[in-house]
Nanobody, 127 residues
Framework: QVQLVESGGGLVQAGGSLSLSCSASGLIFSRYAMGWFRQATGKERECVAA????????YYPDSVKGRFTISRDNAKSTVYLQMNSLKPEDTGVYYC????????????????????WGQGTQVTVSS
């Protein structure tokens, strides 16, 4: 059974940084494209970063580009999200997601593309 466990959320002041980790088990990690999503209260879940199976390709929406960095360590079955220059609008529950993919270089940005999800970790950015 695939299991994704996020860690590293918390409370931070605007302008600060947080680093999230997602540890995966029950899967061959290198076969999965991975993504980080966030969901603010009353809003839809949105992709804030995605990475392909090898780590050579990444995606960021304009709202976080230049501030967030996604990376992965296939040997450790872990995907990371480094968040810098945080803003109050970055507040939300952050979810790690995995999609088993036959495409080495592809990544996914829609929630419907992901079949495995973590339980989420809260990130709160105070102004």
């Amino acid at each position: 059974q695939v299991q994704l466990v996020e860690s590293g959320g918390g409370l931070v002041q605007a302008g600060g940084s947080l680093s999230l980790s997602c540890s995966a088990s029950g899967l061959i990690f290198s076969r999965y494209a991975m993504g980080w999503f966030r969901q603010a209260t009353g809003k839809e879940r949105e992709c804030v970063a995605a990475i392909n199976r090898s780590g050579s390709g990444t995606y960021y929406p304009d709202s976080v580009k230049g501030r967030f960095t996604i990376s992965r360590d296939n040997a450790k079955s872990t995907v990371y999200l480094q968040m810098n220059s945080l803003k109050p609008e970055d507040t939300g529950v952050y979810y790690c997601a995995g999609s088993e993919s036959g495409f080495l270089n592809g990544y996914f940005t829609r929630t419907a593309d992901y079949g495995s999800w973590g339980q989420g970790t809260q990130v709160t950015v105070s102004s």
